[in-house]
């Protein structure tokens, strides 16, 4: 069962323009949220992240989203560029002490941003 | 620094081999993660230790999969035997909570191949 969704598998951009990738999660345990980024070949990377008492947090070009009453959080990426052609991965962590170690992650969205 | 390495970076066997994959977390950080990537469930965890020590295995798939930790340097995951379903992408990640719960650093993966 999955708790955090990501239902579009690929998503296609032209450069310039906005990217948002979306992720649904079920469990109302979770209190901070994460999106990694991957490129071919390479481990996933943290980009950005969000505490479940904000509803957004922005860094630069990237702005996340958080909506806790429809179990939704996206990732804006504005201006897109080529270079942010990757796959990106919602993570959750559930509440408490334990840190990071119990990060669920989806399936991942392939962003492709074209010149 | 410089950052989780793992090896191989590909392996392709046969049904049946035992296969040993090797990480080597970075220094000073105390937890150590095994996840598994498949496109079905996106990123899964199989293990993770704290202080060498194994703290929560239930996401190993099988008996056939099995984890160490000897030290603070280095870690292995054993498939024996192997089956053609363990066919992934296989990450080590590694992270220190005296950071501030930082997130997880991975490693650029192992790719198995079991045929």
């Known amino acids: 069962d999955q708790q955090v969704k990501q239902n579009s598998p690929s998503l296609s951009v032209q450069e310039g323009r906005i990217s948002i990738l979306n992720c649904d999660y079920t469990n109302s345990m979770f209190d901070y949220f994460l999106w990694y980024k991957k490129y071919p070949a390479e481990g996933p990377t943290f980009l950005i992240s969000i505490s479940s008492i904000k509803d957004k947090n922005e860094d630069g070009r990237f702005t996340v989203f958080l909506n806790k009453s429809a179990k939704h959080l996206s990732l804006h990426i504005v201006p897109s560029q080529p270079g942010d052609s990757a796959v990106y991965f919602c993570?959750?962590?559930?509440?408490?002490?334990?840190?990071?170690?119990?990060?669920?992650f989806g399936t991942g969205t392939r962003l492709l941003v074209s010149p | 620094d410089a950052g989780v390495i793992q090896s191989p970076r590909h392996e392709v066997t046969e049904m049946g081999q035992e296969v040993t994959l090797r990480c080597k977390p970075i220094?000073?950080?105390?937890?150590l993660f095994w996840y598994r990537q498949t496109m079905m469930r996106g990123l899964e965890l199989l293990i993770y230790f704290n202080n060498n020590v194994p703290i929560d295995d239930s996401g190993m798939p099988e008996d056939r999969f099995s984890a160490k930790m000897p030290n603070a340097s280095f870690s292995t995951l054993k498939i024996q035997p192997s089956e053609p379903r363990d066919s992934a992408v296989y990450f080590c990640?590694?992270?220190?909570?005296?950071?501030?719960?930082?997130?997880?650093?991975f490693g650029n993966g192992t790719r198995l191949t079991v045929t």
């Open positions: 220094s000073g950080h105390d937890y």
């Open positions: 990640a590694s992270s220190s909570r005296l950071k501030g719960n930082s997130p997880l650093h």
């Open positions: 993570a959750a962590k559930v509440g408490g002490n334990t840190g990071f170690q119990k990060l669920v």
